[in-house]
């Protein structure tokens, strides 16, 4: 036996804590002393730790592979069966999937894009409508489009299939109104409104295709080059509203509100380019059957006011202090759309101030529907996730680094459980697709929840932060403040800001700030926003929520204070002297 | 949805993009070294885990001060082991660790050796393959389940020390096998 096999055992006992203080002299004197002893017990540190990643690592590929393509509500059978196979706490289970995983996740996405953009620019570029939808046909399984956000005593036209509200609309889907209304929200961010008798079809991720009736566009600056296609004329919005009337042989109308929009009769072959005109903000234009190119006829938005109406929704009792930079605002006294249990299937955002487009709070899984209380916090009612399979999923919302979230909300009884173990998230930005973050490089995911993780678990205390992403196996934090707990049956208004310009985030409930940290990562992305739970850990919000705001900015502490107030007025939250900052985390 | 101005889209700051990817770049070239680092001083797996996850969010906040004149691991290292010192003092653990003097030559060592972890790592994937049976049930207990030695001893009837050996004996053979694997492909 050489020295070196004497001495080796100890290095086991130290790594597995059984050394003695004896060995641990020994130990120390060799490394300090021997050279290449160092050097061995280096190379056994790097296999000990090499052992822990690789034995967890295959069970961890398993996970990771099928969340790429389940949705959340098809993930509990996903985590129980990887909880059972490495019992252990879900803790312990801090992913570390492969380089080549990520690789793959991201090329899939940078496909994703380059499908849209293509799309897009064919279409600018006036390809036949034959020609275009092959760029999307590359999918091999449909995947959803739009999605139906509103439905107004629909009649559908016979022999069309009829759709349910909330439903996921994929490629090909048509939708034939013989009477009512119907609004489509388009992933890329576009609304379109429908009026009976209407037919439409969703062609692609940024194409439409209206055989006939009568539609109004909404179209963000993301989905920039969004096409309507029609029998006789082509439009393409160049990030705009503007309303459509295609009538019976060829007879078409385009009314534009706002901005601009390109159209153009269609071409009859791909390399045939047919003359395109330019139609700007309060003007309309006609083609007839006869002519080449349009006419100018007078501006007529009286037409469309039932569409406006529709998606303006209800006419509030009180406004908000601030609509400046205001993304997304959902009140549960207003614009709720339940079965007939009273379960929510949709949750209308308020159109008010800058927040010109409706990025709806949807649930089409019947059990996932939270349940809509009419006097549940202080008289008013509120949206109740009952913390085991409830939650919403906002269509696609741009949202910036800045940004502030304030809501009205209060725990459950059931919060209070005794089994509980792990925290339920209230608000969550990375919507499916989710995106596991792989590193720091891509944008951070907004959380508002109780702390996940056992090891943190604090029943109804709210923590906040920006998650950055995984720096190999270790996760990063950006802008994590703790609160205390709020007890159950306790309604609080929640502020969270988060100010990358300025590198601060603070968290306050009631108008009491309780911490301020060091925000450091951007966030910014286009997204769908979780409403009552983890994007993909099973941890459910118990509790209900009465209103939520979301703003593009990091409001000022006036604008805080008012927007505190007036959600405090509305519900009868007696607010806290805001006078006293608390815990600085380093 | 609002539509932000322009001034309000990202990127906002290009050189904090540029420090977030030079950051991302130099971890994953020292990440299986720091890990090493901390779970050969820490022997729960899970506690070695949160260690390293509190380096990283450190490492990320003060990316800004690190000094790039010299090695970013030996930085990193510095930061892990007063975690690891923090985490005996705090703590109180009843566990002996190696002395700060210790500590900063096993971190020094490790470095020098930071180059040779990802070979050494893909060839201790072909020698895991090789473990089986009753030694792959303790390995796993180990190391996937972070089950204490004296507890697998338990399950499997035996003492702690003969569970001690065993694990000592499988080290050995990975190792082995590793110095076979590295001197056959010439690494």
Redesign the interface.
Known sequence: MTDYDRIAPLVSRYFDGLSTREELAELEERLLTDDEFARQVSRWCLMHGHVAELLTESALHQLMDQFKSSSPGARAEILNAAAAAAAKPLKSVRFLPSAGFFRSRILWIGALAATVALAALAHVLWRSTQKAPQVATAAKTPSRLATLTQLTNAVWAPGAAPYHHGEQLVQGNRIALQSGMAKITFDCGAEIVLEGPCDFQVRDAMVGYLRSGKITADVPRRAFAFAILSPAVDFVDLGTSFGLNIGAEGHAELHVFRGEVLCSRPSPAENVRNAVYHVTANNAVEFRPAADGPSDIAMNERQFADHFTLRRGTKLAAEPPLGNHLALWLAADSGVTTDAQKRVIAWQDILYGDNQSGEDAIQVEEAARPLLVPAALAGMPAVRFDGNSDYLLTTPLATTDDQTVALVCQFSPSAADKTRRWGGQLLNYDGPPSRYLSDTLEPGVLQIGEPLLESEFRPTLFSAQVFAGFIGSATVESGRVDAVPVGINTPIVLTYRYDLTHSRAALAINGKQFGESRAFAPQAITSRKIIGRHAWMQNYFHGDLAELMIYNKALSPREMAETTAYLAKKYSIVLTAANDAHEVRP | ????PES?????DPQ??AA??E??AL??QS???????I??NV????HA??L??D???????KFATYDRRHSFVAWVLGIARNRILKYYRTKARD?????E??LI??GE??E??RY??EA??EA??QC?QQVSGRRRDV??L?????V??AEIGARFGTS?SAI??M??RI??A??DC?ERQLAKSGA
């Open positions: 949805m609002s539509q932000p309000d889209l990202p990127p906002t904090n993009i977030m990817r950051l991302a971890w994953v990440q299986s070294v720091v890990s090493a680092y779970t050969a022997f729960d797996l899970h885990e949160d390293l996850q380096v990283a969010q450190i490492v990320a906040e566990r002996v660790v190696l002395s003097v210790a030559r096993l060592v490790l020098q050796h040779e972890s050494r790592r201790l994937r895991l390995l796993e180990r190391y996937r389940d972070n204490k030695v702690a001690s050996v694990l000592h080290r050995a990975l190792y590793i």
